[in-house]
């Protein structure tokens, strides 16, 4: 077919010859076109096939398939424990859950094996680095997609400033300098909150970042080796907070006119810190961003994930257990909560130094798994044309995303310089969970719709209406709304509160079974799927929402600016680029297979 025949009414009005941002004048006829290109490009979704092929083959070289199940597993352990856990377990134990944050780990540990569930699927049936980015946009379309990734790199970008602002706090406990602030420089004149630069944990990120690009094999070699004497240190800490520690103050606050027992504030308390602590699991969903560089995806990803969350979330509760026994909650140090339990402890100092020496070496490689996963995120999504093309390119000799590494590199070193870390947290927090929110509905409707094309079934027949099943995810998270709604609104004791509990509880349960009863399910992956569907990813949607809603207003009123100037980028940049790299795809549509991949 001749070229030309292709080319659309507007190719010569911003399209792949000129380019819509390559002049004033294309820019400003572009805008004007933007209801119209929002209209074809909002909700556009890609074939997975494309996603592997032509879409991947933008990033030029391609990435090396050189990691088994145990890589995956030891950057599972790498990304989640020593992040969070020395990060948020502090002030979720102070400020909500008291001596039961072993119990807020347990339900996050639960909502994340659900969510991770979910990720497989994609993972193994769609092998690309892009994660929950490149799942939306085969699902629900470029939009959805779009306001995800950019909650994604938010995400990670906030949450490796905090964890490296917190390696200052515990390396400088390992040396014996114990307040953070002799690390640290004060600039007069800034608002609080940003008056403190960090110079140390601006060179750990700039270490890291440097250490990522130059190869994914040998930064996973790093990790597992720094890992394995990480989780001796867990180790450590479990059995000494267990035999130093104090039944007692499990129920006794250190001041009697806080409240006491194990759910010092109630069970509200231990679902609030259940938010808080989510943080400590970020680590799985980015090793689903190395499924491009799995050898074996439909093997080792499955245990990959799930055996890493699963391990950490046995970890997390044992040493929550264990630090909430030596000293009560309302005595626990905020910014280093387990070196602190030892400090000032006679004959036991050393002990706080050595935590502190295993918390920074933990804190070292979840920032190097994290920095890996979002540059593995921006890569991709530069591939799909809504950012620029240049951070998609994969060096040919390292075979590493080293523009989108080195970027995002310098972004998290900056804000690591300035912002302290519970204007950081709130923010990571509400960013996590609103993207396992989306990632669980998304498995519903890609097994019930297969996807938002008009394409056929295996069995020949045309693909059901999509409308049964939005109307069910729809219904169900109005009705999981409705039940958080009530359990954070409605005085507590009362029979009404509980009526309308049990109300919501059953409406769940009737419409997960009414969906699974009157709607066939379209699609059976093919290598691994999600067991007891549509079960598992509703329960994981509950729960997401369930936790959204432990979260305070300012978080909110934060992702409320931050989702709207991502809207406004979408709108004024990354509709346009999409639409002119849709155009250029158009003409030349090559497509590239990866022979390394084997099932």
Known sequence: MDKGALMTPDSDQGGPDGGSFSSLRLYGRALSQTPRRLARRACAATAPEEEMSRVRARSGAPMARALRWPDLVGLGLGGMVGAGVFVTTGRATRLHAGPGVGVS?????????????????????????????????????????????????????FSNAAVARSFTAYMGTAVGVDAPSKWRIAVPG??????????????????????????????????????????????????????????RNLTHPADPTHPGGFFPNGVGGVFSGAAMVYLSYIGYDAVSTM???????????????????IIVTVLYCLMAASMSMLLPYDAIDTEAP???AFRGSDGWGWVSNVIGAGASLGIL??????????????????RSGVMPAWLAKVHPKTATPVNASAFLGLLTAALALFTELDILLNLVCIGTLFVFYMVSNAVVYRRYVVGATGSSTESGDRQPSAWPTLAFLLAFSLIALSFTLVWKLAPEGGRT???????????????????QALVPQAHTPELWGVPGMPWVPAA???????????????????FGFFS????????????????DAEESATLDGAKVQDEACRV
């Open 105 to 157: 780990y347990a339900i996050a540990g639960l909502c994340a094996l659900l969510s991770a569930f979910c990720y497989t699927e994609f993972a193994v049936d769609m092998p690309v680095a892009g994660g929950a980015f490149s799942y939306l946009r085969v699902t629900f379309g470029e939009f959805a997609a779009f306001l995800t990734g950019a909650n994604l790199i938010m995400e990670y970008v």
């Open 190 to 247: 800034l608002p609080n909150g940003f008056n403190q630069v960090d110079l140390v944990a601006v060179g750990v990120i700039l270490l890291i970042s440097v250490c990522i690009c130059y190869s994914t094999k040998e930064s996973s070699k790093v990790n597992m080796v720094l890992t394995a004497v990480h989780v001796a240190f867990i180790l450590f800490i479990i059995v000494m907070g267990f035999w130093r520690g104090d039944a």
């Open 291 to 309: 499924a491009e560089e799995v050898e074996r995806p439909a093997r080792d990803i499955p245990i990959g994930v799930s055996g890493s969350v």
């Open 338 to 340: 387990f070196s602190g």
């Open 365 to 382: 490689t979840s920032l190097m798994v994290a920095m890996l996963g979002q540059a593995r995120y921006l890569c991709v999504i530069g």
């Open 497 to 515: 509160r509980v009526g309308l509990l049990s109300a919501c509880g059953a409406a769940a349960v009737a419409t997960v079974g009414a969906f």
């Open 540 to 558: 994981s949607v509950f729960l997401n929402v369930f936790l959204l809603g432990s979260l305070d207003r300012p978080s909110y009123v934060r």
């Open 564 to 579: 709207a100037a991502a809207v406004l980028v979408y709108v004024l940049y990354s509709v346009h680029a999409s639409y």
